[in-house]
């Protein structure tokens, strides 16, 4: 029996629209993509993700990463507001969850920086019973131990969670910790492959 419902929130409970974040600023083209190379689609940003720097520290790391275009690193960088978007559906999901008596929880990779300023995204945050945010615990999915931390903090057993999340990676890491899980892909088929476990 599902007792615990765990959600990832970048593309799951909020969108996570970086591409869309640069194009607002009026960035396109060559320099979109040489921009993202360097920052969002770099290791580094799980890094950052990870809370292992500072927010000076992660533009100076995705500076050296295309040294040329620092100047519009910064400036795209400077505020992360517009980054993550709400998903209409997170919070009335969330608590209709709750009040058929499941508990849940989030697990996402997820930047102090991201936190504060896109807080106005993460409406659904009040309503959950917690969960972990990469960057408090210097842990990154998909490291077995982010798993196993979330586990026991909060007294779980894996066989009665299950986990949603949309890289397939961050999925498997899930299953092999014991843990229920599956790819989302959208709202309507997560409420589907849901309900293939018990939960209405």
């Not at 194009?23 to 809370?51: C, F, P």
């Not at 997820?110 to 936190?115: E, G, P, W």
């Not at 998909?142 to 779980?156: G, S, T, V």
Request: hydrophobic share 40%; with cysteine.
């Amino acid at each position: 029996m599902i007792r615990t419902v765990i959600f990832d929130i970048g593309n799951v409970l909020a969108g996570y629209v970086w591409r869309s974040f640069f194009e607002k600023q009026g960035i396109s083209g060559e320099r979109l993509e040489r921009l993202a190379k360097a920052t969002v689609q770099n290791e580094d940003w799980n890094e950052y993700d990870r809370g292992c720097t500072d927010d000076e520290g992660m533009l100076r790391l995705f500076a050296e990463n295309d040294p040329e275009i620092e100047p519009l690193i910064r400036s795209a960088l400077a505020d992360f507001d517009g980054l993550v978007v709400p998903f209409s559906y997170a919070v009335p999901w969330v608590k209709a969850l709750k009040e058929k008596g499941y508990q849940v929880l989030v697990l996402s990779n997820f930047s102090s920086k991201a936190l504060r300023e896109c807080w106005h995204a993460l409406d659904f945050l009040p309503y959950t019973d917690g969960g972990i945010l990469s960057f408090r615990e210097k842990l990154i999915k998909p490291m077995p131990e982010i798993y196993r931390l979330l586990l026991d903090r909060y007294c779980l057993k894996p066989e009665e969670c299950v986990f949603m999340d949309d890289t397939a990676r961050n999925v498997e890491a899930a299953r092999a910790a014991g843990i229920h899980a599956f790819l989302f892909e959208n709202y309507e088929q997560a409420v589907r492959q849901l309900a293939e476990l018990g939960v209405e």
